[in-house]
């Protein structure tokens, strides 16, 4: 359910001409076509024509705190969203998948709502709302694959609306053989975060997909650092130990998967259970050269480098 690592042009335009109001996102040689609008803005996103066509959406917003998601489809999406704004008084922003020329039927939507589902239950990062996974309609072989590829640019494009409810950032557990090679000739060297006086021990790599704390690493219990300051820190603990990437084993937790961070300070924080700095934390395997001394002598290499 990839499209491949090849470069892809996305277009983001900016209805009300600000971040915040509405949006539209196309993929060039997609056929899909996205729009994203606030609560605010539904009135004028329904009268919108893409808003009567057949497709899927999702409702975003909170419930206690914790973020909360509603996925549906339907053959016009203007009238099911009309029914969740008199029913359903949680939600905040929506998304509504369609095609361009209006080319989805019934069936298809249908299987895009079930496989988005699935997968959102299987990351697990925020909760659904919705009550059971519906089953997969009765595609052909090759509109089966169509919708797959559909998916594909669909999952590629949310995240630039800063939509991650389908991101997985666990990662399966890997030997050190079958770590992926930096430009293809090497291993990313491996760092190391030890806390003897916690009795933690981490190691993570540098991937593409971000700062990776590998699998069998230990963590704090739980979040000991000021929830007011570190609140985003110490929800992504909480999130880690209700999704499974953090088992409790005894005083402390363990990964269960090879995880990719954002960024080192937010590996760092989860590990040791507050805010941190992680480039002066982390170091370089077997010495004690920081991340941040290891990252400023890879920019100084690259600027000697012949052009």
Known sequence: MTIGSVGRSL?????????????????????????????????????????????????????????????????????????????????TQAVLVTTGANTLNKAHVKYLESRLVEIARSVKRWELENANTPPRPGLSEAAQANMESFLSYLLMTLPALRIDIFQEFAKPAKTQECEAPINGTSHSPLFELILKK???????????????????????????????????????????RASGVLVEQDTHCVFAKSYAFRSPSAAAAVIIGQNTNGPKAWKLAGTSETFREWEARQIDAAATEPA
Do not use: C
Request: a negative charge; proline letters at 2%; aromatic letters at 10%.
């Open 11 to 91: 277009e983001l335009f900016f209805i009300d001409g600000k971040p915040e109001g509405m949006q539209t996102a196309e993929v060039f040689n997609w056929t899909g076509h996205v729009l994203l609008f606030p609560r605010t803005r539904i009135k004028a996103a329904l009268e919108r024509k893409e808003a009567r066509y057949t497709g899927v959406y999702l409702l975003l917003g909170e419930a206690d705190g914790a973020p909360l998601a509603y996925i549906g489809e339907g053959e016009d999406i203007a009238d099911r969203i009309r029914s969740h704004d008199q029913k359903r008084d949680w939600w």
């Open 198 to 240: 916690h009795g933690l021990n981490a190691t993570a790599r540098l991937e593409e997909e971000g700062f990776v704390v590998l699998a069998q690493s230990n963590a704090r219990l739980r979040w000991v650092g000021e929830s007011t300051a570190d609140g985003g820190y110490a929800r992504l603990h909480e999130q880690l």
